[in-house]
């Protein structure tokens, strides 16, 4: 079954973009809210939760901008299918946003939605921007 395309974009106050990139890039960052232990090497992340690993694939990074990767398990190879982390900063009004890009089932898309949004909370906790 075809996956589709979901963006949610979440307002993270006017967090430095600096602080909110090492928290989205790095293993150090990413495993304070995403994940319970983050590695890599070379392009390959390991995302581990209650101690089941999930491989991810880097895809593309561009400082302070975004990071994007693939699940290397997922079903369809074919499909165009990712993660994404993008920060976007308003100038007129000098907030910064974190946008999430995922694809899910039609029908598990309200739960992933859940999932980003519980992720995202512990992260806002952790930046003080709740």
Not at 4 to 33: Q, R
Request: aromatic content about 14%; some cysteine; charged content about 25%.
């Amino acid at each position: 079954m075809a996956k589709i395309k979901y963006i949610i974009d979440y307002p993270m106050k006017s967090v430095p973009v600096a602080l909110l990139w090492n928290y989205i890039s790095t293993p150090n960052g990413l495993k304070l809210w995403f994940a319970d232990e983050v590695m890599h090497e070379g392009k390959k992340f390991t995302f581990v939760w209650s101690g089941a690993g999930q491989d991810a694939t880097l895809l593309g990074i561009r400082t302070y901008s975004y990071v994007r990767f693939r699940w290397n398990n997922e079903s369809d190879k074919t499909e165009k299918t990712y993660f994404e982390l993008r920060i976007q900063v308003s100038e007129l009004t000098d907030t910064t946003n974190l946008v999430v890009t995922d694809f899910s089932e039609l029908d598990e898309v309200e739960e992933s939605k859940i999932l980003w949004n519980s992720q995202i909370e512990s992260l806002k906790r952790i930046l003080g921007c709740l």
